[in-house]
């Protein structure tokens, strides 16, 4: 129960024009400053006040990440149900939401074409640049031990790249499927398996952010070094864990946070890194739990850490 000095405050918060045009973008899922300038037209410091104002409020939750910030809807206590309620009401046929979320749609997909570009301009040394970001034969041996013991009967690999996943894990599944937006990565991908004579997985041409047709879909789902491409992987996480079957398994590989801000613009990087405290944050509001973590740490002192969560479902009935 609020007091009534914490509800006017919401509530006058909330009460601003652009206030509520960024709530109303927040409810689409994370942003950052930068997404906000672009789609609103106003200057950083102005949205930086705003946002500074949702912020103390309790509305929405920020977190600094490098020399960017990410904002997200508040989900909990009185806070979070009146930014519930808000993302619920707002008309979307209003002119200036039906605007902004109209800039946003085009933003994304401008951020989706840029990362599709790079991936088809590094598509045959792909393999050769992750080796570079951190110690592969580790990562790739606390990922097997993952699958230890067990015989999967489908296995879903997201963002599969050039198919090493699949590759890797091939004794481990009865049949795998891969899939990735980028054509060149497939053809890499394909030609792989078939050297290797791995028959029973295949790739497929799909978007990783639109999910629906792989609903309930596998025992067992691999997102490797794919979450950080996103500009909210929780709510990706979320499209993922419904993919995966009531008694299934998620394994995640990513980088741990660092500041490596060269990695936004020459590599397409959304995210420097993602934490444990938003892993489980993530997992939970996907209705998923961590139950296993691992960390890799680079080689030396100027490379990248490596994180493994294992996630399973919770509370999932057939």
């Not at 919401?10 to 400053?33: D, I, M, P, Q, Y």
């Not at 039906?98 to 088809?120: C, H, I, N, P, W």
């Not at 045959?124 to 951190?134: F, G, M, P, Q």
């Amino acid at each position: 129960m609020a007091n009534a000095d914490t509800i006017v405050a919401l509530l006058k918060a909330a009460g601003e024009e652009t206030r509520l045009r960024l709530l109303a973008l927040l409810a689409e899922g994370e942003l950052s400053v930068k997404d906000f300038t672009e789609i609103l037209g106003q200057s950083q410091p102005r949205i930086s006040r705003h946002l500074k104002l949702l912020a103390d409020a309790g509305l929405v939750t920020r977190h600094a990440e490098g020399a960017w910030a990410y904002y997200r809807l508040t989900e909990n206590g009185v806070a979070g149900s009146l930014a519930g309620w808000l993302k619920d009401e707002l008309d979307g046929s209003t002119q200036d939401v039906a605007r902004d979320r109209s800039k946003l749609t085009r933003l994304r997909m401008a951020q989706r074409e840029k990362a599709a570009a790079y991936f088809g301009k590094i598509a045959e040394s792909w393999d050769r640049l992750r080796s570079l970001h951190a110690p592969e034969a580790a990562v790739e041996q606390g990922i097997l031990q993952c699958f230890e013991g067990s015989d999967v009967e489908t296995l879903l690999d997201i963002g599969t790249g050039t198919g090493r996943m699949l590759e890797l894990l091939a004794d481990h599944y009865r049949q795998g499927m891969g899939i990735d937006s980028s054509r060149e990565m497939l053809s890499i991908a394909r030609a792989k398996l078939d050297a290797a004579g791995i028959a029973h997985a295949q790739v497929r041409l799909g978007d990783i952010a639109e999910l629906e047709d792989y609903s309930d879909f596998a025992d067992a789902v691999v997102v490797h070094q794919v979450l950080h491409y996103f500009d909210d992987p929780g709510a990706a996480l979320g499209a993922i864990g419904a993919c995966i079957k009531r008694n299934g398994t998620l394994v995640i590989v990513d980088f741990a946070p660092h500041k490596f801000e060269f990695l936004r613009e020459e590599q397409a990087h959304r995210r420097l890194g993602l934490s444990d405290d938003q892993m489980e944050s993530w997992a939970q509001a996907a209705g998923l739990k961590v139950v296993k973590v691992d960390k890799f740490p680079p080689q030396d002192s100027e490379g990248l850490t490596v994180c493994l969560w294992q996630l399973s479902p919770v509370g999932r009935t057939q």
